[in-house]
């Protein structure tokens, strides 16, 4: 039974989805969704109000305009909530609603009416969630276009002491520091949002229960037909777990008969990768190196006029188009530019989840599906937190908040890509809405595989192989991973095995003899989400991002003496 909150906003949610150019309505579900204790969903859609509200005082510059309709006894039905499929049933009659209701411009008064609080919500929520540097952009901008003295004014000025406040903190500096003069550069820019489980999310299956696991295995057996996906008990690592003994039960893969050392158990290919490489050698489907112009069977090119969109073999070509190109043929040019060429190296390996975002984004529209509902993403595993509604939520005070979020990777640029794929980012609410793009971003941020750069060492490439995704680490594990244009799983074998090795405080060095290579029927496939031949510290540094946490598998255990 959903509360009247969470009933509000699928109320609310769905007037959006028939009157997509309001900005009335968009600043009304920022305001529940700030209730609701989402400071990441209020900030995008006060900026929706906010680029909407622009086109009445630009018209010209804005290709989106703000405009509603006009109330009649027609458009009340919209009010009353509809779950996803009675609003596909109800799609089809939609025409005949348009013609009963007016669509009529955001007039300069409205505008001048909704203006200050847009603002005001928008700073407030990009604060809370700890996205700094563009609470300060909008907030200057704000303040500068508002009479002063106004309600809004006051609320921005309160939000711009926070700013001063993590400035003087970052700058080390103690003396006041007047808002013209704060250089936005040195302020975050990332801030986190609640990695949870929408409670309106009807996508997410039940990983666990029988069927799923069932068509989950007919889909492993192609690819890995000695290994089998079983639900499994895993320490649970989140920071708020305080007791060793709590568990979380997921998923993880397990050899159904004996392997020997050095058999490859799993290959598998996917289209939902990303590269920030600019006009590359690599397969824009798979991106394994293209053949040479003389080989017997050259890279193909794409016939609908995109010059850099080049395929390793007419099957990746064709699988291309059916999957995620056809909604993005002839559009390259717009779209390059987003997300490569990245001047801080520390910000590749977010940009990169960016370019998957816009792969999942593509391959939606071209096969005209939700992302969530994709085989690549649907059974993925997204660390999710249990949705508490009492909770609010704070970039620092909310265990949940753990999913980086910021204006840029979460909000603008998602929409460029939507607006570069000449889809309209408000009519297409329903498929890309902020939560759909969180989700997703949970989802990749757990299971994505990515790849160096042997030019410069940064994150270069990254995929999701929605099955190779369902292994375990371990920092002994059991098999290597490789990745070309398929990704495998090859048995380690008696050499490659893990040393275990503890330092005393004396300075006396333990060690446990190398486990033997194969794997034996009934046991875990373990991988490794970090290098294993750095000390435990370092590999507790390095895979937490993916873990969720610090490892506790047996040999970090042994190795740090916490047994
Ligand atoms: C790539 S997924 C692995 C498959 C996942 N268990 C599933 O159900 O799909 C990564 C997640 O698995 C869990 N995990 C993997 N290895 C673990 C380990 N050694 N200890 C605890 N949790 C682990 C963590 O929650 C991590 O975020």
Redesign the pocket.
């Known amino acids: 039974m959903a509360t009247p909150i969470l009933q509000a906003r699928a109320e609310k949610t769905a007037q959006l989805y028939t009157d997509p150019h309001n900005p009335y309505l968009y600043l009304d579900r920022a305001r529940l969704y700030e209730q609701l204790g989402f400071p990441d969903l209020a900030a995008a859609d006060a900026y929706r109000a906010l680029s909407l509200l622009e086109s009445v005082v630009d018209p010209d510059g804005c290709e989106f305009h703000a405009q509603k309709k006009v109330d009649s006894p027609e458009n009340d039905q919209a009010t009353t909530f509809k779950n996803e499929t009675e609003r596909e049933e109800e799609d089809e009659d939609e025409d005949e609603d348009d013609e009963d209701n007016a669509i009529v411009p955001v007039t300069q008064e409205e505008y001048d009416a909704l203006i200050g609080d847009v603002y005001a919500i928008l700073v407030r929520n990009l604060v809370l969630c700890g996205c700094y540097r563009d609470a300060y952009e909008f907030g200057v901008r704000g303040i500068g276009l508002l009479e002063a003295g106004s309600a809004a004014t006051t609320v921005l000025n309160e939000q711009m002491e926070q700013v001063k406040k993590i400035y003087r903190a970052r700058t080390k500096s103690e003396a006041e520091v007047e808002l013209g003069l704060i250089d936005s550069a040195l302020l975050p820019a990332q801030g986190y949002a609640r990695r949870v489980l929408y409670p309106w999310n009807e996508h997410e299956p039940d990983?666990c229960a029988p069927e799923e696991l069932k068509f989950l295995n007919e889909r492993l057996a192609d690819v890995a037909p000695k290994c089998e996906v079983r639900a499994v008990a895993?320490?649970a690592?989140h920071a708020g777990a305080t007791d060793e003994a709590e568990v979380?039960v997921?998923?993880?893969l397990f050899a159904k008969e004996d392997i020997a050392a050095d058999e490859i158990i799993l290959r598998e290919n996917s289209l939902l990768t990303a590269t920030n490489r600019l006009h590359d050698d690599l397969c824009d489907a798979c991106n394994a190196p293209l053949p040479e112009l003389s080989a017997a069977e050259p890279p193909v090119g794409c016939e609908g006029g995109c010059a850099d969109t080049i395929f390793c073999s007419q099957a990746c070509h064709d699988t291309a188009q059916r999957v995620y190109h056809g909604a993005i043929c002839g559009l390259e040019d717009g779209l390059e530019s987003i997300g490569k060429d990245i001047p801080d190296p520390k910000d590749k390996a977010d940009y990169l989840y960016l370019l998957l975002l816009g792969r999942a984004l593509a391959m939606s529209a071209t096969q005209d599906v939700d992302a969530l509902e994709l085989p690549e993403v649907k059974y993925?595993?997204g660390?999710f937190h249990d949705f508490d509604i009492n909770s609010t939520s704070t970039a620092q005070k909310n265990d949940s908040a753990t999913l980086p979020f910021s204006f840029q990777l979460n909000i603008l640029q998602p929409m460029r890509f939507l607006e570069e794929m000449e889809i309209d980012p408000y009519v297409s609410l329903s498929r890309y809405d902020t939560w759909v793009l969180n989700t997703l971003y949970a989802k990749f941020r757990?299971?994505a595989s990515g790849r160096l750069s042997t030019w410069d060492g940064g994150p270069e490439l990254c995929a999701v192989h929605p099955l190779w995704?369902?292994?375990?680490?371990?920092c002994d594990p059991n098999v290597r991973w490789e990745w070309g244009g398929e990704i495998t799983f090859r048995a380690r074998h008696d050499e490659e095995t893990a040393v275990w090795v503890r330092t005393y405080p004396d300075g006396k060095i333990e060690a446990k003899p190398p486990a033997k290579g194969g794997i034996a029927k009934d046991q875990e496939i373990l991988n490794h989400y970090c290098d294993i031949g750095l000390p435990v510290k370092e590999r507790r540094e390095w895979a937490s991002g993916?873990?969720?946490g610090l490892?506790?598998?047996d040999r970090c255990v042994w190795e740090a003496f916490e047994v």
């Open positions: 990983r895993l320490p690592l979380s997921q998923l993880g993925i595993w660390d757990g299971t995704c369902l292994a375990n680490h371990s993916a873990l969720g490892c506790r598998c």
